[in-house]
């Protein structure tokens, strides 16, 4: 498994168990990003994510070193990469405790460990955001990326505050009519 690292870019995704459902309903996906920003905001910035009834992705990457260890939960001596897997794994727990309260259902609704790749150019960069933006229309849950209300499309091309890294997303594609235009059109899925 590769460790989370100090200054790195990931994709980070995971999926449920089986055939279940993490997402069951709009209250299930804003309470998950709420914990979202509760335990990765503040270790990693956050350049897109897709939430998916089963699955999510989120390009991010992770801050400095500098950074984390002055977080008031990181304890000195403790190894980065354990701290950084940990938020993670805080962030699926409250989800699914909550989630299972909810259902009236127990065990693990993600798959263990959660996936991670790391992005090493800004060529993969823009292929991935360009691919996870266009995950639901893969599904058949919607036609087009702005239709699909649970990714961090519609707020890349607004002007609404956003914990998101906007400008360096549509940095990555030139300008906005560019990340526009690149995302009218399927994704080249070699690679990803």
């Given amino acids: 498994m590769t460790p989370l690292e100090p200054d790195s870019y990931y994709h980070i995704f995971n999926r449920a168990n089986g055939n279940e459902k993490i997402f069951r309903s709009s209250n299930n996906y804003n309470f998950f990003l709420r914990k979202y920003t ?4 503040p270790i990693s910035d956050t350049f897109c994510y897709c939430l998916m009834p089963n699955h999510f992705h989120f390009l991010i990457r992770i801050k400095n070193e500098s950074e984390i260890v002055n977080l008031p939960n990181y304890r000195p001596n403790q190894a980065i990469h354990i701290f950084l897997s940990k938020q993670f794994s805080n962030l699926f727990s409250s989800y699914t405790q909550a989630f299972n309260k909810q259902m009236g259902r127990k065990g693990s609704l993600f798959m263990r460990p959660f996936k991670r790749k790391p992005v090493k150019d800004e060529s993969y960069l823009r292929k991935l955001t360009h691919y ?8 058949g849950l919607c036609k087009t990326p702005e239709n699909w209300k649970y990714s961090s499309f519609n707020t890349l091309i ?5 914990l998101l890294k906007r400008e360096e997303v549509i940095r990555n594609f030139d300008e906005l009519d560019n990340f526009l235009s690149i995302h009218t059109t399927p994704p080249n899925l070699s690679g990803i």
Avoid: F
């Avoid at 509760?38 to 905001?41: A, M, Q, Y």
């Avoid at 607004?158 to 956003?162: E, G, L, R, V, Y």
């Fill in 38 to 41: 509760k335990h990765i905001v």
């Fill in 158 to 162: 607004s002007n609404k505050p956003t």
């Fill in 132 to 139: 996870i933006h266009h995950n639901p229309i893969e599904a």
